[in-house]
């Protein structure tokens, strides 16, 4: 099995190139097989080099890699041949209409434009005469004519697909400079690299039936077949780079601290499930689950505001994988955030793994250890109202100076002996518990709710903890 993702490098990532990916890449490990990586940069008006770069840059961030890579441009000799083998088998022909020189097939005012007669029947004769004298010309695919002809094929998500040849129009295969088109570059390719399976986006199912055309002009046996429906905005609209902007960008969550992993997750319940109910699934179960009997025929909606680009259950899902992966592969993204904030990191890998592993199930990305975590990395931070609120009932901050100087005196600062002297010290001031812990969490972490407070005292640590008491 060899599967392709062939991205034009004319735009960022968008969400719904990057589930096409991931959905190739996970049907190719589920088969054992190849995943290709092929960028399709024949259109060279559009293409840009700031594009391909942020493709490369969201796929590296998924994290799922590839086995095999092309360029297109770097195959347009291979594009020529089969074109002109298919012009040899009379299977195309040369269209010298002025009006279509650029190989645009929307030029026709009377109505949808199935073919020119004129050039169609051009003799062979004729033909060569003209281009041998250096006439432009458009070469185009001879659709078959013929009464009751058609074109079938089978697609693993929509199942059998047909189209009367009469409705198909005599497509462009190279322009009248000689480049390919699309149809044309894509179909060489997919033969030369011997995809099996071309698995991609909905609105490219009637432009199938063109390269069915085409593989079998060409003397190839066509891949299988398999449409993914679209991804659309709440309203309906299809999810597009120029109305929508950063929301359907990759780079987007990516830059609001999501996991690859749980981003992965999510793109991949986006028109498909594994019909048992799950929703949190690692990359391992993602590949065991998936078939293309779970995928959808109706589109997807990606739920997002103009207030919040963020679909709320991708927050859901990133805050499961967060609180649930090892701690070991959790720490070092946390470092690389930290870093990133301008945090400096201590030393001591294991204290900086607790302290990780202490806070995360309050936290959903990793943008929140910087923002939300920050008092536990570093010594500026502010104090929330409702925070504040916890340090100011008469009495409050004298206890917390007075449970200092207690700590200070721990020969092991754990969190048993912490809560014991935390106990000891409300007994004999006769208040209740409650209020110094409340008091402790709002001169700890600035928060007035997160994980247990003997944790908060062994996550910030023993020096962070007496000064915090001591000034509160």
Not at 253 to 272: I, K, Q
Not at 313 to 330: D, F, G, I, P, Y
């Given at each position: 099995?060899?599967?392709?993702?062939?991205?034009?490098?004319?735009?960022?990532?968008?969400?719904?190139s990057?589930?096409?990916?991931?959905?190739n890449?996970?049907?190719?490990?589920?088969?054992?097989?190849?995943?290709i990586?092929?960028?399709?940069?024949?259109?060279?008006?559009?293409?840009?080099?700031q594009?391909?770069?942020?493709?490369?840059?969201?796929?590296?961030?998924?994290?799922l890699?590839?086995?095999?890579?092309?360029?297109?441009s770097d195959?347009?000799?291979?594009?020529?041949?089969?074109?002109?083998?298919?012009?040899?088998?009379?299977?195309?022909?040369?269209?010298?209409?002025?009006?279509?020189a650029?190989?645009?097939?929307?030029g026709?005012?009377?109505?949808?434009?199935?073919?020119?007669?004129?050039?169609?029947?051009?003799?062979?004769?004729?033909?060569?005469?003209r281009?041998?004298?250096?006439?432009?010309?458009?070469?185009?695919?001879?659709?078959?004519?013929?009464?009751g002809?058609?074109?079938?094929?089978?697609?693993?998500?929509?199942?059998?697909?047909?189209?009367?040849?009469?409705d198909?129009?005599?497509?462009?295969?190279?322009?009248?400079?000689?480049?390919?088109?699309?149809?044309?570059?894509?179909?060489?390719?997919?033969?030369?690299?011997?995809i099996?399976?071309?698995?991609?986006?909905?609105?490219?199912?009637?432009?199938?039936?063109?390269?069915?055309?085409?593989?079998?002009?060409?003397?190839?046996?066509?891949?299988?077949?398999?449409?993914?429906?679209?991804?659309?905005?709440?309203d309906?609209?299809?999810?597009?780079?120029?109305?929508?902007?950063?929301?359907?960008?990759?780079?987007?969550?990516?830059?609001?601290?999501?996991?690859?992993?749980?981003?992965?997750?999510f793109l991949c319940?986006?028109?498909?499930?594994?019909?048992?109910?799950r929703?949190?699934?690692?990359?391992?179960?993602?590949?065991?689950?998936?078939?293309?009997?779970?995928?959808?025929?109706?589109?997807?909606?990606?739920?997002?505001?103009e207030?919040?680009?963020?679909?709320?259950?991708?927050?859901?899902?990133?805050?499961?994988?967060?609180?649930?992966?090892?701690?070991?592969?959790?720490a070092?993204?946390?470092?690389?955030?930290?870093?990133?904030?301008?945090f400096?990191?201590?030393?001591?890998?294991?204290?900086f793994?607790?302290?990780?592993?202490?806070?995360?199930?309050?936290?959903?990305?990793?943008?929140?250890?910087?923002?939300?975590?920050?008092?536990?990395?570093?010594?500026?931070?502010?104090?929330?109202?409702?925070?504040?609120?916890?340090?100011?009932?008469?009495?409050?901050?004298?206890?917390?100076?007075?449970?200092?100087?207690?700590?200070?005196l721990?020969?092991?600062?754990?969190?048993?002996?912490?809560e014991?002297?935390?106990?000891?010290?409300?007994?004999?001031?006769?208040?209740k518990?409650?209020?110094?812990?409340?008091?402790?969490?709002?001169?700890?972490?600035?928060?007035?709710?997160?994980?247990?407070?003997?944790?908060?005292?062994t996550?910030?640590?023993?020096?962070?903890?007496?000064?915090?008491?001591?000034?509160?």
């Amino acid at each position: 099995m060899r599967v392709r993702f062939a991205p034009s490098p004319t735009g960022y990532l968008h969400i719904g190139s990057a589930r096409t990916f991931i959905f190739n890449w996970l049907y190719a490990r589920h088969h054992g097989g190849t995943m290709i990586l092929r960028i399709d940069d024949t259109d060279l008006e559009r293409n840009t080099q700031q594009s391909l770069d942020s493709i490369f840059e969201g796929l590296k961030w998924l994290g799922l890699g590839w086995d095999e890579q092309y360029r297109q441009s770097d195959r347009l000799d291979l594009h020529r041949q089969m074109a002109n083998a298919i012009f040899e088998k009379g299977k195309a022909y040369r269209d010298f209409t002025p009006a279509h020189a650029a190989g645009d097939d929307k030029g026709h005012s009377d109505g949808p434009w199935l073919f020119n007669a004129g050039m169609r029947e051009l003799s062979p004769e004729e033909s060569d005469r003209r281009a041998a004298a250096g006439e432009p010309f458009v070469l185009r695919f001879r659709v078959p004519r013929e009464a009751g002809t058609s074109v079938s094929f089978e697609d693993h998500v929509f199942g059998t697909q047909t189209r009367q040849s009469a409705d198909i129009e005599d497509f462009a295969l190279l322009r009248s400079n000689g480049m390919p088109t699309y149809h044309m570059a894509s179909c060489a390719d997919d033969l030369d690299l011997k995809i099996t399976d071309i698995i991609r986006g909905q609105d490219h199912l009637s432009n199938t039936f063109k390269h069915v055309l085409i593989f079998e002009a060409a003397g190839g046996n066509a891949p299988k077949f398999a449409h993914l429906p679209l991804l659309t905005a709440p309203d309906g609209a299809k999810l597009s780079k120029r109305k929508h902007g950063p929301v359907v960008s990759v780079t987007t969550y990516r830059d609001a601290g999501f996991l690859p992993a749980a981003y992965v997750n999510f793109l991949c319940l986006l028109g498909w499930n594994p019909k048992d109910n799950r929703e949190q699934m690692s990359i391992p179960e993602l590949i065991e689950a998936f078939k293309f009997e779970g995928v959808n025929r109706a589109n997807a909606v990606v739920n997002f505001s103009e207030e919040d680009p963020i679909d709320p259950k991708a927050l859901w899902l990133n805050s499961q994988h967060l609180r649930t992966m090892a701690v070991s592969e959790l720490a070092p993204l946390v470092k690389a955030q930290l870093i990133t904030s301008g945090f400096e990191i201590p030393d001591d890998d294991a204290v900086f793994l607790q302290k990780v592993d202490i806070i995360r199930s309050r936290f959903s990305t990793l943008v929140d250890f910087p923002t939300r975590g920050r008092a536990y990395f570093s010594d500026h931070f502010e104090i929330q109202p409702e925070a504040m609120e916890k340090l100011n009932p008469p009495g409050a901050r004298e206890l917390l100076h007075e449970l200092g100087e207690r700590l200070l005196l721990l020969e092991e600062f754990s969190e048993t002996n912490i809560e014991a002297e935390l106990r000891k010290l409300a007994m004999e001031r006769q208040v209740k518990a409650g209020l110094i812990i409340n008091a402790a969490r709002a001169a700890l972490s600035g928060q007035p709710v997160g994980p247990s407070v003997f944790h908060v005292f062994t996550a910030v640590g023993r020096q962070r903890v007496l000064h915090r008491l001591r000034n509160a």
